[in-house]
């Protein structure tokens, strides 16, 4: 087995983030017992009972908030209706920040932050303003440019840390809320997306789902980069050593828990102290996480072989992962990753293929030497300008 580094907090994202997956089976549902998160005090956040007769994407109810950290912008928070992956209806939450002069229909982009946390305290809602999102001052550069920007709460209403398609259905939902709320005016504005690392999971399932799942958003272009394309092949990479940032693959296993009850449990491997940091992470944000986590292997926490998943462990993880998921998005796409990413860029690159097989303009970016946490600001500023030029107008680039 190759040797695998122990890297920082930012450095290896979510790369881990698939380590626990493998110790996911099936159970009979009525064993089937998730850990989920202490509700939001805050009862904005709480779906009304009525909520299945709103339309995915329609705005329940909204608030104007301080835009704490964005001088000059104007920001709403939207409650939203989605769809979770039991096919129920759900409320989300979507946070839209607009630069001076308002919406005016200017161009709209939905940033799906990298999160890997959950506790709901956690969401972007929260962090963009209390210090805890890493890359919102970022946001200011977006805002400078005349572009409004919508921040979803990604992991949905239970945290749903590792569900990246339905983070893709939520990021979705939540453009749609933005675009049908008057006081934003932005119901004719273009819209690019964009997400690195876990975001870019939320964002890429976004752009595959699209086609058919909303396929009357103007999306121009899809920035996204580090996707984790395959959460399986991550499973069977990582995580079987200790490891600084075990807790969050650990923390992925407890969160597709939440989104699949009755299909997917770690109940019957858990040891004592698997139980155990099973409850001290199950309301906790990225650092908390990582340090309960730090430096454990499945032998610490598991009983069992952690490898023997059955055809619905391995089927979840297939509907999370896009390089199993046949949609193919329609908006061209700026895909990049360094080429020393502990997240494979070779797999990306493979479903890039696959898209450019199927017509989609990609061009995808591979920064020589550049690990995980270096590709971040090597790319991020060509994925802003590349979603300039798509708002401009300008042809797609593609190095298919």
């Given at each position: 087995?190759?040797?695998?580094?122990?890297?920082?907090?930012?450095?290896?994202?979510?790369?881990?983030?698939?380590?626990?997956?493998?110790?996911?089976?099936?159970?009979?549902?009525?064993?089937?017992?998730?850990?989920?998160?202490?509700?939001?005090?805050?009862?904005?956040?709480?779906?009304?009972?009525?909520?299945?007769?709103?339309?995915?994407?329609d705005v329940i109810r909204s608030r104007p908030v301080a835009a704490v950290g964005f001088p000059g912008a104007t920001a709403w928070q939207l409650l939203y209706r989605s769809t979770n992956s039991a096919g129920d209806p759900i409320a989300a939450v979507t946070t839209v920040l607009l630069p001076v002069g308002g919406g005016l229909?200017?161009?709209?982009?939905?940033?799906?932050?990298?999160?890997?946390?959950?506790?709901?305290?956690?969401?972007?809602?929260?962090?963009?303003?209390?210090?805890?999102?890493?890359?919102?001052?970022?946001?200011?550069?977006?805002?400078?440019?005349?572009?409004?920007?919508?921040?979803?709460?990604?992991?949905?209403?239970?945290?749903?840390?590792?569900?990246?398609?339905?983070?893709?259905?939520?990021?979705?939902?939540?453009?749609?809320?933005?675009?049908?709320?008057?006081?934003?005016?932005?119901?004719?504005?273009?819209?690019?997306?964009?997400?690195?690392?876990?975001?870019?999971?939320?964002?890429?399932?976004?752009?595959?789902?699209?086609?058919?799942?909303?396929?009357?958003?103007?999306?121009?272009?899809?920035?996204?980069?580090?996707?984790?394309?395959?959460?399986?092949?991550?499973?069977?990479?990582?995580?079987?050593?200790?490891?600084?940032?075990?807790?969050?693959?650990?923390?992925?296993?407890?969160?597709?828990?939440?989104?699949?009850?009755?299909?997917?449990?770690?109940?019957?491997?858990?040891?004592?102290?698997?139980?155990?940091?099973?409850?001290?992470?199950?309301?906790a944000c990225t650092t908390e996480i990582i340090d309960a986590g730090a430096y454990k292997d499945f032998d610490d926490v598991f009983t069992g072989s952690v490898f023997d998943a059955d055809a619905a462990a391995i089927g979840v993880m297939h509907e999370n992962s896009l390089a199993n998921y046949p949609g193919i998005p329609r908006?061209?796409?700026?895909?990049?990753?360094?080429?020393?990413?502990?997240?494979?860029?070779?797999?990306?690159?493979?479903?890039?293929?696959?898209?450019?097989?199927?017509?989609?303009?990609?061009?995808?970016?591979?920064?020589?030497?550049?690990?995980?946490?270096?590709?971040?600001?090597?790319?991020?500023?060509?994925?802003?300008?590349?979603?300039?030029?798509?708002?401009?107008?300008?042809?797609?680039?593609?190095?298919?």
């Open positions: 087995m190759r040797r695998i580094r122990q890297p920082s907090v930012r450095r290896f994202g979510v790369a881990i983030l698939a380590a626990a997956l493998a110790g996911l089976g099936h159970v009979p549902p009525a064993m089937a017992q998730p850990i989920y998160p202490i509700p939001d005090p805050d009862g904005f956040y709480w779906a009304p009972p009525d909520v299945g007769n709103f339309q995915p994407g229909n200017r161009p709209l982009v939905s940033y799906q932050p990298f999160i890997n946390s959950l506790g709901l305290q956690c969401a972007p809602s929260h962090s963009l303003f209390d210090g805890g999102m890493q890359e919102a001052p970022a946001l200011n550069v977006l805002l400078a440019r005349g572009w409004a920007v919508a921040v979803p709460d990604h992991f949905g209403p239970t945290s749903a840390y590792g569900a990246a398609r339905l983070g893709g259905r939520l990021t979705l939902d939540g453009i749609r809320a933005v675009k049908r709320f008057p006081p934003a005016d932005l119901a004719d504005s273009p819209v690019g997306m964009a997400g690195y690392s876990s975001g870019a999971m939320a964002t890429g399932f976004a752009a595959a789902l699209a086609p058919e799942y909303a396929p009357e958003l103007p999306i121009v272009g899809v920035a996204q980069g580090g996707v984790p394309v395959s959460i399986g092949e991550l499973a069977r990479e990582v995580g079987q050593q200790p490891n600084r940032l075990f807790g969050l693959g650990f923390a992925a296993g407890i969160g597709l828990e939440r989104e699949y009850p009755g299909q997917l449990t770690m109940e019957r491997f858990l040891n004592p102290a698997g139980w155990a940091l099973r409850a001290q992470v199950a309301n908006a061209p796409i700026y895909e990049w990753h360094g080429t020393d990413d502990e997240v494979d860029p070779w797999l990306a690159r493979e479903v890039m293929g696959r898209y450019c097989a199927a017509g989609t303009p990609v061009l995808l970016d591979m920064i020589p030497g550049a690990d995980h946490v270096a590709a971040i600001y090597a790319g991020a500023p060509r994925a802003f300008s590349y979603l300039s030029d798509r708002f401009a107008g300008l042809p797609a680039p593609s190095n298919c």
